[in-house]
């Protein structure tokens, strides 16, 4: 697993521009990514926190401790700037869950489960937000914010995440060859809501729990949620009854 700090994306190139009044000067970008990259991660955090709607470029400067005029040189306008904090760790997410799915599927072959490709599938996200840094925390907690607002949600969610899920799903076709689409739409949407509620750690199954459950027992969380979304893929994509 790579330290947080590996995953910032590289400078662009620098190239000539007119000089403008409140704009950084480009040859005094030395040390440029560091500042990029504290700048996304208290975007990240105060996202997280916050909301789109709750946060100011001049709040994320304040908390990266750089001027207004650099957050919006290296990133543009605020909406820019989420894309960019949400891109940066959806690539590692979804790259490391594509490649342990194919690596199930080609070592499983036809001996291939739905409990071994829930597992494939879900184990990496947990284990970053368990083991990655604060970071992955807030990214954890800004997937689940992001997942369940009704402006732009869906939209974000589909652009950085759908690939990864539709390769899922073409997999759980071959255990499930009778399933119909509609059924795996259905399934797959009760185990998102669910994935990105664990990971958000609210804290509410402590206290519904009165302490016998710990939602930052993330182990725990992936070991029931994998049994979880087996049960309800055929549940719900199985067979009828009555047909």
Request: aromatic share 10%; charged share 25%; glycine share 10%.
């Amino acid at each position: 697993m790579k330290p947080d700090d590996d995953l910032a994306p590289a400078l662009p190139p620098v190239v000539a521009a007119p000089a403008r009044r409140g704009r950084p000067k480009k040859t005094k970008a030395a040390g440029g990514g560091e500042t990029r990259d504290a700048i996304l991660n208290a975007a990240e955090d105060l996202f997280s926190k916050h909301g789109f709607y709750g946060v100011t470029i001049r709040e994320v400067a304040r908390e990266a401790g750089v001027d207004t005029a650099l957050v919006h040189y290296y990133f543009g306008a605020k909406k820019e700037l989420f894309d960019a904090v949400f891109t940066r760790r959806a690539e590692v997410w979804n790259n490391e869950r594509v490649a342990a799915v194919d690596r199930y599927a080609e070592a499983a072959g036809d001996a291939m489960t739905l409990e071994g490709l829930f597992e494939a599938f879900l184990r990496p996200p947990f284990q970053w937000s368990l083991k990655g840094g604060p970071g992955w925390k807030h990214y954890a907690a800004l997937v689940a914010q992001t997942n369940a607002n009704p402006a732009f949600g869906g939209e974000t969610m589909a652009r950085y995440f759908d690939p990864a899920i539709r390769r899922l799903l073409e997999l759980v076709k071959r255990v499930l060859p009778e399933a119909e689409e509609t059924d795996l739409y259905w399934a797959y949407h009760n185990l998102s809501g669910a994935l990105t509620l664990t990971l958000g750690e609210t804290g509410r199954l402590d206290r519904l729990s009165g302490g016998l459950c710990r939602s930052g027992d993330l182990d725990s969380a992936c070991d029931y949620m994998v049994r979880f979304a087996a049960a309800g893929f055929r549940a719900v994509c199985g067979p009828k009854s009555g047909v």
